[in-house]
């Protein structure tokens, strides 16, 4: 499914004549200006996958975020937005097959790593009153207790409970069980599981970042199945073999000069890999 067909930067000339306005004494930096432009990337055509590859510092990921503010995505956690985002893309147009899907949005590693490490504060703060019910349910079972008025009620009940349970039953049923009982990897997974529904277009900065090769073969194929069967476009920027190898994505070279349409085997990070994996095909034997 297409639902963002074209996407257009400015070019070198109209990004000169932006910032030769500019009073530059004021401004350390003009991003995301002269970014995209130094590999003469002009247009993005997409199709129902679409891979931007590169090194850090190619512009994969400013391309993304570009993409993402001009359409309005969803997003979970800030980015470097510089005093210049929003005038770059006033100077970006683009064209798309009906509307947007409201559930769209843009994830990257940033709204992972931030999923994952609130989990793991949920997870500590569990525990530690896990550790404060275990004292509780020993006070509360060898209490010596009468009720005096209302007011005490609430540690009636507390006393009764302990008295009727064990001290696990006991604990169980005052505290809700582990929300993360997975490992990291699995974690990530979950979360790309829960933010993509049916039928939207979904931005994925550097997917594979906290993912094992096995966990990065399982999103290829979830993502391969949403594309297939929900109706779902990616636009991906990554440089993991596996993602790359994604059926018939268009992938887009950065690390050229002129940023240009290339097969995944040709990619630099690919041939790397080969050409090691060859070197030691005998030790796999």
């Known amino acids: 499914m297409i639902y963002l067909s074209h996407f257009a930067f400015p070019d070198r000339e109209r990004e000169y004549n932006f910032t030769m ?3 530059r004494t004021c401004y350390d930096t003009v991003y995301p200006f002269l970014i995209l432009s130094a590999h003469q990337l002009k247009m993005l055509d997409f199709e129902p996958v679409t891979i931007l590859y590169g090194g850090n510092g190619s512009g994969k990921t400013t391309a993304l975020n570009i993409i993402a503010e001009k359409l309005g995505l969803a997003r979970d956690t800030l980015y470097n937005r510089s005093n210049f985002f929003g005038d770059y893309t006033k100077l970006c147009s683009f064209e798309t097959v009906g509307k947007i899907p409201k559930d769209s949005r ?15 504060c949920i997870n500590e703060g569990i525990d530690q009153r896990r550790e404060e019910l275990f004292e ?9 207790f009468q009720m005096h008025s209302l007011e005490d009620y609430e540690q009636l009940k507390k006393v009764n409970a302990a008295r009727r349970n064990t001290q696990s039953k006991f604990v169980r049923n005052s505290l809700q069980d582990n929300v993360r009982e997975h490992s990291n990897g699995e974690s990530a997974f979950l979360y790309f599981a829960d933010k993509i529904k049916e039928n939207g277009l979904y931005l994925l ?10 966990k990065q073969q399982e999103l290829l194929r979830f993502l391969e199945d949403s594309v297939r069967f929900f109706k779902c476009q ?3 920027a990554t440089h993991s073999p596996f993602l790359l190898s994604m059926k018939g994505a268009k992938i887009y070279d950065l690390d050229e000069e002129v940023a240009d349409v290339k097969r995944w085997t040709e990619l630099g990070n690919v041939r790397a890999y080969y050409a090691f994996f060859k070197k030691y095909e005998h030790e796999f034997e």
């Open 21 to 23: 306005r500019l009073k």
């Open 106 to 120: 843009i994830i990257t590693s940033d709204d992972v790593f931030d999923f994952m490490l609130n989990l793991r």
């Open 136 to 144: 509780e349910y020993q006070e509360a079972k060898y209490a010596k």
């Open 205 to 214: 900065d550097e997917p594979e970042n906290s993912l094992s090769p096995e």
């Open 234 to 236: 990616f636009v991906i």
